[in-house]
T-cell receptor, first 114, second 112 residues
């Protein structure tokens, strides 16, 4: 199965700043997903990022706040813009090797905003 | 959209016993359900997928059932070991491409 690397693994940021999270996959994959997970809670999908098309955002998430790039089949970035303490969370990327296939996750980026 | 409900209370179990976790879905019957394991500080790891026309699926000491009448999937860990301690997540597809809706997960603690 695909191996996913996320960077950074954790960061502490000042409010009002932006952070870009990178997700690198060791093989070419079509579907890539970005999630947010609050401590002790489940995963909430932010957006689906497929190569060659604009990311599709879920209700409650907008491109201005969470711009996503997907330049090729092995890489994606998620930017958390103009951060506030409410953005403190774990951000995870996952990939799927095909339609209705299991997802494989990175270990996440633990983000704290002061 | 689909709502996935898992028992939020941690399941404490003695080593060697069988742990049984419940996943209930509220709306339409999904084409399949997936189960994942998540350890602290790590991303979820896929364990099993069971389709709606499959009554039961096994993988080593893990067994999953799917009951469309009860709108429920059960996840069993037989002969549990302390290394099985983790949070187990149930997920249902939200669309035909495989976008997933996750439950909140159930924490399992296996004591020696």
């Amino acid at each position: 199965s695909a191996v996913i690397s996320q960077k950074p693994s954790r960061d502490i940021c000042q409010r009002g700043t932006s952070l870009t999270i990178q997700c690198q996959v060791d093989s070419q994959v079509t579907m890539m997903f970005w999630y947010r997970q609050q401590p002790g809670q489940s995963l909430t999908l932010i957006a689906t990022a497929n190569q060659g098309s604009e990311a599709t955002y879920e209700s409650g998430f907008v491109i201005d706040k969470f711009p996503i790039s997907r330049p090729n089949l092995t890489f994606s970035t998620l930017t958390v813009s103009n951060m506030s303490p409410e953005d403190s969370s774990i951000y995870l990327c996952s990939v799927s090797e095909g339609v209705n296939q299991p997802q494989h996750f990175g270990d996440g980026t633990r983000l704290s905003i002061l | 959209s689909q709502k996935i409900e898992q028992n939020s209370e941690a399941l404490n179990i003695q080593e060697g016993k069988t742990a049984t976790l419940t996943c209930n879905y509220t709306n339409y019957s999904p084409a399949y359900l997936q189960w994942y394991r998540q350890d602290p500080g790590r991303g979820p790891v896929f364990l099993l997928l069971i389709r709606e026309n499959e009554k039961e699926k096994r993988k080593e000491r893990l067994k999953v059932t799917f009951d469309t009448t009860l709108k429920q999937s059960l996840f069993h860990i037989t002969a549990s070991q302390p290394a099985d301690s983790a949070t187990y997540l149930c997920a249902s597809p939200e669309d035909s491409w495989g976008k997933l809706q996750f439950g909140a997960g159930t924490q399992v603690v296996v004591t020696p």
